[in-house]
């Protein structure tokens, strides 16, 4: 209504009609800016200057919108009033003090030439407004504007002052534009650090989101050791292990683990500081929950660095420290190896005894505790150790610890033992392996020098017969379900007899040899119809002839039928 009503003034001229309506309108709805507008324009159309300046004033009383304050600023300078419009500014920064109004002030003063002014305009607005949310603006405005005046090394510092200050967060910007100036201005390690701290920037962005994803950790860490800064690495490295795991559970801590050691390795090898290392191996000793799981790998380490300081007396006590506390595997023969590498042999006993006491099952460590009893030419020892392995109660890999003992016995030539030790395993087991192994070694059961005496190894041969005779009888009589088993034994049979040339019989095995026979069986499906599979069938001769003997009998039933049903 009221612009209508100023309207109708105006098209019918009546100029100091339509200014009290005008005067009305903005003394009652002062915060409706079309008012303001409308009645400044009519103002400088009729070129009243000074009346269109005080009704601006009058309306800057009321802090418009930064729009209002702009329309002053373009209305002054239409005039040329630079003075006038540099008043108006600085009031309409105190009005609105937000970055975006300090950077029109900033760039009103460069494009009149005040290059000082337009400096101190920045350089007071970073004052007020360092920490202000759109602050990354304000510093990029900054810096280009110092590029423009050939101040490369001024707008380097700001954008370095500005890395430091705003949140990674809120800095995406900034860093891509530090990195483009670098490479425009700076020299290759310049632009190498611009580099450098837009992949920081990432990596502290993603911490910050997860502190425990230790990946990003050590990309961050591999970043630091890149440029080589001691101060930086070691701050990363503390701030990535002080992020323990949540959960005192195993897997948990299978990463995380790795930073304590790469740790300890950069201490080490590239600060060379040995007294830091000791101390990082020693506090991740005591963090790492021993009474529920433990690293064997942190112990070893800590103690091999302990050797390479010619600290054996601390290696030892950490070593002995950590089969106290956490025992395994690894550490027991660690242990044992440093000790047999110096030459401490009542040590290694030691040791042996005290693995054996913790893990008796441990047939590795029996096989290698009577191994080196046989270095140290203690056969009797070798053997007692032996014979209290074969008799645990339980063993994890009782095969391997038995084939250690009767190869021991062979390469001592113990012959009797080893058959002996043979009968006592076929008494516990007869598996197919343990027929044929014995088997070979009757066959080659005789001393090296005497290899051309026929009836030596006519002998060897009949013991080897007699053998395979047994295991095939076992085998025919115990265990007919395992055809497989006792075909693969007679091609065996075979095969020896063969390689004796002209002492063998192979007709001795042929006779016994099955024949195979492709059969077909039904496989039941969860759904759907039954499918059938192929599968070998060994038909042995004594089976033959009692199928022989089936089908006879059979044939005589049914003559007999058909004879009894016609006489019917």
Not at 32 to 45: A, G
Not at 265 to 285: G, I, K, Q, S
Request: charged share 35%.
């Amino acid at each position: 209504m009221w612009l209508k009503y100023a309207d109708v003034e105006m098209k019918n001229k009546f100029v100091n009609h339509a200014r009290n309506v005008w005067d009305r309108a903005v003394t009652l709805l002062p915060r409706v800016d079309q008012l303001w507008y409308k009645y400044i324009h009519m103002e400088e159309m009729l070129g009243n200057v000074a009346g269109a300046r005080q009704i601006f004033e009058r309306w800057m009383g009321w802090m418009p919108d930064q729009q209002g304050w702009l329309s002053y600023i373009k209305f002054e300078l239409r005039y040329n009033e630079i003075e006038r419009a540099r008043a108006i500014f600085e009031r309409f920064v105190q009005c609105h003090p937000k970055v975006s109004a300090w950077i029109r002030f900033a760039k009103f003063e460069m494009k009149n030439g005040e290059i000082g002014r337009a400096r101190n305009c920045y350089e007071r607005a970073v004052d007020k407004l360092a920490d202000d949310e759109e602050a990354e603006q304000l510093f990029v405005a900054f810096a280009e504007f110092e590029e423009k005046c050939k101040e490369a090394e001024r707008a380097r510092c700001i954008y370095k002052f500005a890395l430091d200050h705003i949140p990674k967060g809120r800095a995406e910007d900034l860093y891509r534009k530090f990195v483009a100036f670098e490479k425009q201005y700076g020299d290759r390690e310049g632009i190498e650090d611009a580099i450098v701290g837009k992949r920081r920037f990432q990596y502290e962005d993603e911490v910050r989101k997860n502190p425990r994803n230790y990946d990003t950790w050590f990309d961050y860490i591999r970043l630091e050791e890149s440029v080589g800064n001691k101060e930086r690495i070691r701050e990363v490295y503390e701030r990535a292990i002080a992020n323990v795991p949540p959960a005192e559970e195993k897997r948990y801590w299978q990463r995380y683990i790795y930073l304590w050691i790469n740790y300890a390795l950069y201490e080490e090898l590239d600060a060379e500081d040995m007294e830091r290392t000791r101390d990082v191996y020693r506090e991740c000793l005591k963090l790492i929950p021993h009474q529920k799981f433990s690293f064997a790998k942190i112990w070893l380490l800590a103690a091999q660095f302990e050797i390479r300081q010619l600290r054996l007396k601390e290696a030892r006590l950490l070593l002995g420290e950590a089969i106290g506390r956490a025992p395994k595997d690894k550490i027991f023969k660690k242990y044992i190896e440093i000790e047999l590498h110096f030459g401490n042999i009542d040590r290694c006993r030691k040791l042996y005894e005290k693995y054996l006491e913790w893990s008796p099952e441990n047939c590795y460590a029996w096989s290698k505790f009577a191994e080196l009893e046989r270095s140290l030419y203690e056969t009797d020892r070798a053997r007692a150790i032996f014979e209290l392995a074969i008799d645990q109660p339980a063993l994890d890999m009782p095969e391997l610890l038995w084939k250690a003992y009767i190869d021991f016995e062979i390469s001592e030539g113990e012959f009797e033992r080893t058959r002996a030790l043979y009968e006592r395993l076929l008494n516990r087991t007869k598996h197919l392996k343990v027929w044929i192994s014995y088997a070979k070694f009757e066959a080659s059961a005789m001393d090296p020098e005497a290899e051309e005496d026929i009836e030596l190894k006519k002998n060897c041969l009949q013991r080897a017969r007699d053998v395979f005779e047994r295991a095939v009888s076992y085998f025919r009589n115990s265990a007919p379900e395992l055809k497989e088993e006792r075909a693969m034994l007679l091609e065996e049979w075979l095969n020896m007899e063969s390689g004796f040339a002209e002492l063998g019989d192979v007709s001795l095995v042929r006779a016994k040899l099955p024949k195979k026979l492709k059969k077909r069986r039904q496989i039941d499906m969860e759904d759907g119809p039954a499918a059938y599979e192929e599968y070998i069938d060994y038909l042995f001769p004594e089976e033959t002839q009692t199928t022989n003997l089936k089908i006879l009998e059979a044939a005589y039933k049914w003559k007999k039928q058909r004879v009894a049903s016609e006489e019917d």
